[in-house]
């Protein structure tokens, strides 16, 4: 039998594309196996899948961190690891002319909250970092901490828009506000930016005239669940 990869999983919500990775696992078209499953959100379906496939979970809730950083945050609350200096220089996360102020309580805020799930994370050995459906952007700071070989990307991503169109957190809408005939979906690999990292894989779909949002999305979810599975064996083949 071929040698497995470990990969670890993150997400937000219903956990449709962790499914059909769990899946496509089992069924043997992914040689990885899954060590775990940790979302930013307390109680969502995702979580309850992973359990059923019997993948570890944990939570790093995201919203009471971020809520209490806005209230203010002590240099004693950010990891001892933090260079918000190099963090600045490295990040293309927000745009050059955003406010000081909020670029740094966005940053610091984010890596408080990034060294709780690399604690987390840190207790597994694993070859790649798949976000399914994982509805934060990451810091240079996670980033560096994961990818520690120079050269070699190690997160994923699914990103519903066919890049470098219609990059942000709702790609499926934007596709369909704009009258595009065409949607997709794109696997890549996250870098400092907002879905800009190197391409692995696409798949497009084609929009009639008649579709709605909710076909799009549809459409576009069931591409998904072919695509991240094909993907995430093309790593796990390189990689043996
Ligand atoms: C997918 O459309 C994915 O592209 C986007 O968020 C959605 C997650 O869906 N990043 P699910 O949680 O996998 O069902």
Redesign the pocket.
């Known amino acids: 039998m071929a040698d497995k990869i470990k990969i670890g999983t993150l997400?937000?919500?219903?956990?449709?594309?962790?499914?059909?990775i769990i899946d496509a696992c089992r069924a043997g078209r992914i040689d990885a196996e899954i060590l775990f499953t940790g979302s930013d959100t307390p109680g969502?379906?995702?979580l309850e899948r992973a359990e059923a496939a019997g993948i570890e979970t944990f939570v790093v809730d995201y919203d009471p961190i971020i809520r209490s950083c806005k209230k203010g945050i002590n240099d004693l609350d950010l990891p001892q690891d933090f260079d918000l200096a190099e963090i600045l220089e490295k990040q293309r996360l927000m745009p050059a002319d955003t406010a000081r102020e909020r670029v740094e309580l966005f940053l610091k805020s984010r890596a408080v909250a990034e060294k709780k799930l690399l604690d987390r994370i840190s207790a597994y050995d694993i070859d790649l970092l798949v976000?399914?459906?994982?509805?934060r952007v990451l810091t240079p700071y996670f980033i560096d901490r994961i990818n520690t070989r120079p050269g070699h990307h190690k997160i994923m991503?699914?990103?519903?828009a066919l890049l470098p169109a219609f990059p942000g957190?709702d790609?499926?809408g934007d596709t369909f506000r704009y009258g595009c005939k065409v949607g997709g979906?794109t696997v890549h690999f996250i870098d400092y930016g907002e879905d800009t990292g190197p391409i692995i894989g696409q798949k497009a779909f084609e929009i009639e005239d008649t579709d709605s949002l909710e076909d799009v999305?549809k459409k576009?979810?069931e591409k998904?669940?072919e695509l991240y599975p094909a993907c995430i064996q093309k790593f796990a083949r390189k990689k043996r």
Not at 131 to 135: Q, R, V, Y
Not at 157 to 160: A, L, Q, V
């Open positions: 997400i937000s919500g219903g956990g449709t594309n962790l499914q059909a969502v379906k995702g976000l399914a459906g994982f509805m991503n699914i990103h519903p957190t790609g499926y979906c999305k576009g979810l998904e669940w």
